[in-house]
């Protein structure tokens, strides 16, 4: 019977076609090509007998049921796919973008590269919701004419981490308990209380940024420091960042409940219908440049995750537009099955020395090879769109050897007289900076794990900071003792304000934390110290036309939360 009671689609009440309707000539196989004349019936002796082994139409169906799922990602497991296209400002910011790289698809205007991007959600499963407080994986394949190029970023411009050695364990920080498998707030800020460097994200992902409206409405940020390189090999250090032209958006803790209540795939279904309906989502492209060394007068690194680059030192310089106006055709094929790497750079693009970006570029191309196939470059949503020629061949899944037009297919090494492959005759230049040291297991030096934190909050809008401390307060309030006294500490020494309405929430102040001290190896600038004597008493000022230097701000929230929730905040009964 159909759902409620309707009749199905292009059927009528009588359970026949309705009249005029066209029966399809296209005759049903199985997976060999050979026609099916009964698809309702399995081959058994007799009517009412046993089936037999030799059901074969019936084993290779069912066989593949058992088998049409591959692992999900272990991380941005949910998500959502559309194709569209960079178009190229032929400048970074106002000045020719061959002075920074030779990357030939920032080099004309108007010069248009396709790509596809997947939005997703971290740590929940494929079928979890997209409005949970977790942040957003903005990952971009653009189809270059000299390779694929993986741009595999977030929503927030920061990480919890500096070294990617501590990812598998923030992770599963923030995974369910492997006991009791439910997502526990004294795990997750039992290791952020162990992890300073996490405030500074904390600060992000606790505040309306950390439940976008949409995708649509979601910021795009690189977060990996990665290089550029110009014809003469000459590099710089970048920064990438996208805006949405639509603005950017959020939904309160209340209103997420009521989306959520109502579609556990809101942001997906909202981005589908917008492609399809012809009002194509845009984002403009920025990079931010900073000179290729160590910048010693800086109290931050460069090379660090857990910081932005202030826009007043370092402004954003635009370089394209991103349209997308192409949904997917099978969800499996181009959602499930793509695959994105942080090591998949084309020429005039590099790494740098980031700790994050060296351990997620191993990482992401070894979780493909696991969970879709040691092939899953020859899958098309992976291929590159230019001929691709290498000696390796066989492995699970192969359906294609990668040969060069007039390749001799006897010769799978190099070198080779016999007209096999040949590396590129003309090695471009690179002039990285030269780097000597011993061998160690050791952190970044100017950690300043506080100080970029602090410019966030004072840079809030009043009804940021206020969710923010109510969504902090909220969680916090679940968890040990213990656990809430070390994160109040940490807070504090972010600012006043912040550290002491979070307290004020959980029944505790500074005076329940001024003796606890640094953790283990912790090492405190000299104005942590300094604060530390005055523990929520330090004057911190709270200035919101600051922000401008700290990287975007929330704006239109209102608007695009209602149109996600389908009405006003008021009529759907949301929290303002």
């Known amino acids: 019977m159909a759902e409620n009671g309707k009749k199905q689609d292009g059927l009528a009440d009588n359970g026949r076609k309705p009249e005029g309707a066209q029966e399809s000539s296209r005759v049903l196989t199985n997976r060999q090509g050979h026609p099916i004349t009964n698809n309702q019936s399995q081959r058994t002796v007799g009517s009412r007998g046993p089936a037999t082994l030799e059901n074969y139409q019936f084993l ?7 088998r049409e799922r591959i692992p999900e990602r272990v991380v941005h497991a949910r998500g959502f796919v559309c194709y569209g296209e960079f178009e190229a400002t032929g400048k970074i910011g106002d000045e020719p973008a ?56 977030n929503n927030l411009p920061v990480f919890f981490i500096r070294d990617a050695i501590k990812f598998p364990d923030v992770i599963h920080s923030l995974k369910p308990d492997p006991v009791t498998f439910r997502q526990e707030p004294n795990r997750i800020f039992d290791f952020m209380s162990q992890t300073p460097e996490s405030m500074h994200m904390l600060t992000h992902l606790f505040s309306p940024r950390g439940i976008p409206a949409s995708y649509r409405h979601m910021e795009g940020f690189g977060v990996n420091t990665y290089k ?29 409940a009521k989306v959520q209540g109502q579609d556990l795939g809101s942001a997906s ?8 309906r012809g009002s194509y989502p845009q984002w403009d492209v920025y990079v931010q440049i900073m000179e290729d060394h160590e910048h010693p007068e800086l109290d931050w690194d460069p090379l660090d995750d857990t910081k932005i680059w202030p826009e007043h030192q370092f402004p954003l310089r635009k370089i394209g537009v991103m349209t997308l106006n192409r949904n997917v055709k099978d969800f499996h094929n181009e959602n499930e099955q793509i695959a994105f790497g942080t090591g998949v750079l084309v020429d005039g693009l590099d790494f740098s020395d980031d700790k994050m970006l060296v351990g997620r570029t191993f990482s992401y191309s070894d979780t493909q090879r696991y969970r879709v196939g040691p092939n899953y470059l020859q899958l098309p949503v992976n291929q590159p769109r230019v001929p691709v020629a290498t000696n390796q061949r066989g492995g699970q899944m192969s359906y294609g050897v990668d040969l060069a037009e007039g390749q001799n297919p006897h010769v799978n090494y190099e070198p080779s007289i016999h007209n096999g492959l040949h590396v590129s005759p003309r090695p471009e230049p690179n002039n990285p900076p030269e780097i000597r040291g011993r061998l160690t297991r050791s952190v970044i030096e100017r950690r300043n794990d506080y100080a970029q934190a602090r410019g966030r909050y004072s840079t809030m809008m009043d009804w940021e900071r206020d969710d923010l401390v109510k969504n902090m307060g909220d969680l916090l309030g679940q968890c040990e003792r213990d656990v809430q006294l070390r994160m109040l500490w940490h807070l504090l020494l972010v600012h006043d304000d912040y550290g002491n309405r979070v307290g004020l929430a959980l029944g505790l102040s500074a005076d329940d934390v001024r003796d606890l001290g640094p953790l283990p190896g912790q090492v405190l600038t000299e104005e942590d110290q300094r604060r530390l004597q005055s523990l929520g008493r330090n004057g911190d000022v709270i200035d919101p036309a600051a922000w401008g230097q700290w990287t975007g701000s929330v704006t239109n929230r209102r608007a695009a939360a209602e149109e996600v929730l ?4 008021d009529s759907v009964g949301a929290l303002q």
């Not at 903005?138 to 741009?151: I, P, Q, R, S």
């Open 60 to 66: 290779e169906k069912i066989s593949h049921f058992d």
């Open 98 to 153: 061959s002075k920074y790289t030779r990357a030939k698809l920032f080099q004309e205007p108007g010069k248009k590269t396709p790509l596809a991007i997947r939005f997703s959600t971290v740590i929940g499963g494929r079928d979890s919701s997209e409005v949970a407080r977790d942040p957003r994986g903005f990952a971009v394949k653009f189809y270059t004419e000299d390779g694929n190029w993986d741009l595999v970023g």
């Open 228 to 256: 550029m390189v110009n014809a003469q090999g000459d590099t710089v250090l970048v920064k990438y960042h996208f805006h949405p032209r639509c603005g950017v958006a959020s939904l309160t803790a209340e209103e997420a």
């Open 269 to 276: 279904k909202d981005l589908y219908e917008s492609i399809e």
């Open 566 to 569: 389908g009405g006003t905040l």
